[in-house]
């Protein structure tokens, strides 16, 4: 970008010079007027007005995350959209820590849409075992291709075909001594099936349905030999969604639940419980191959600040219920957890701020443990 820009400033100037020191006729001067006066200052409102550049950082008692997201909609073509995230996260268990920097690029293709992902992760941080503590690094190289072509619609009914690919390779070190290289593939093809109407009393209703078959393989490199191992797998996912507008106030009721005869990738897995979904989960995650959840909102109408006219502020009560069957493969993880949150947030044309308040309700499931106090995030969007 900055050679583009260098490039225009300097033919902007040789056309500024040219046409100061050169008489031109009434033919050339309307040549020259198809030109703008200030090439530069064109060509960075065609890149403001296509670019956006926006952060956020949330913090918690055992975690604190920043990202920052740039990215452009329509600038090398219809419907091409580039963006580039950087993250960074600080956790206190394990001192650990990791930078992230992701390169992602979707575009139309052959009546497909495709999307191209990559990641470079470098991560650190402390390990306890057999007595002894170790401190670990390493890092992930990841492209992740994927895609989605419609293959018929008709009122609302959609069925499209859905493919991936993922290609990653890691190396691990314990106390500065190297320990494994390892290379992973997966490869991914089904098919889904979505319908969405308005329904009579005022409600929206929307589903899918997803059934997925591929290939995992994975190669490992460490002192103590080389391993392969190629499995397949299948999945069928199941997603809907019910919403409502009462006396202003939005009401939405959405779920997911995923079957699974049995394991599968950890990428496939379906994330039932994490600060990803809800606060309240105090850091804490469950993915799970087979299970789902449930989730309710209710989000108040726009409110205008009387001394900010631009600025708008609204409020979200939610509660979530997530689920997995026990079964031999996820006999660690299987269980019921529900959390409620209430929400705060801020917004502008190009601002938001939300605060959201949230603790766990109940946990029976063998991988969480009932947080003793509510999680309290604060995070900003600032768009430039």
Do not use: C
């Amino acid at each position: 970008m900055g050679r583009i820009l260098l490039a225009a400033l300097i033919f902007g100037t040789l056309a500024g010079q040219v046409s100061a020191n050169s008489g031109r006729s009434p033919a050339e001067s309307a040549f020259w007027d198809l030109y703008p006066a200030d090439l530069l200052q064109s060509v960075t409102r065609y890149v403001a007005s296509h670019v956006e550049f926006s952060g956020n950082s949330s913090q918690t008692n055992n975690r604190a995350d920043g990202r920052i997201h740039l990215t452009s909609n329509n600038l090398l073509g219809a419907q091409h959209v580039l963006g580039l995230d950087f993250s960074d996260s600080v956790a206190r268990e394990g001192s650990a820590e990791s930078t992230s920097l992701a390169l992602r690029y979707s575009f139309p293709l052959a009546g497909s849409d495709i999307r191209v992902d990559l990641e470079n992760r470098d991560y650190s941080g402390a390990v306890s075992g057999s007595g002894q503590r170790y401190d670990t690094r390493g890092e992930r190289r990841n492209l992740r291709v994927t895609g989605n072509r419609s293959l018929w619609s008709w009122q609302g009914m959609e069925i499209d075909s859905v493919f991936s690919h993922t290609s990653g390779t890691s190396t691990a070190f314990e106390d500065a001594v190297w320990v494994e290289n390892s290379a992973h593939q997966l490869s991914s093809f089904g098919l889904e099936g979505k319908a969405s109407r308005k329904l009579v009393g005022g409600f929206y209703a929307a589903t899918s349905l997803t059934v997925v078959g591929g290939l995992d393989s994975e190669e490992v490199f460490s002192a103590s030999g080389y391993s392969n191992d190629a499995d397949g797998f299948q999945k069928l996912a199941i997603a809907a969604s019910l919403s409502r507008e009462v006396l202003s106030w939005n009401l939405g009721l959405n779920g997911r639940y995923q079957f699974a005869p049995g394991d599968l990738p950890s990428s496939e897995h379906l994330v039932i419980a994490g600060p990803g979904m809800m606060r309240g989960f105090n850091g804490q995650s469950v993915r799970v191959a087979e299970g789902g959840w449930l989730r309710m909102n209710a989000r108040s109408p726009g409110y205008h600040w009387p001394f900010a006219s631009e600025l708008n502020s609204s409020i979200t009560f939610s509660l979530l219920q997530g689920w997995a069957p026990y079964s031999a493969a996820q006999s660690d993880r299987f269980g019921t957890t529900s959390t409620g949150e209430i929400s705060l947030q801020l917004y502008s044309k190009d601002f938001r701020a939300d605060m959201s308040l949230g603790q766990m309700l109940n946990a029976s499931n063998t991988a969480l443990l009932m947080p003793t106090h509510p999680d309290l995030s604060f995070s900003i969007t600032v768009g430039i």
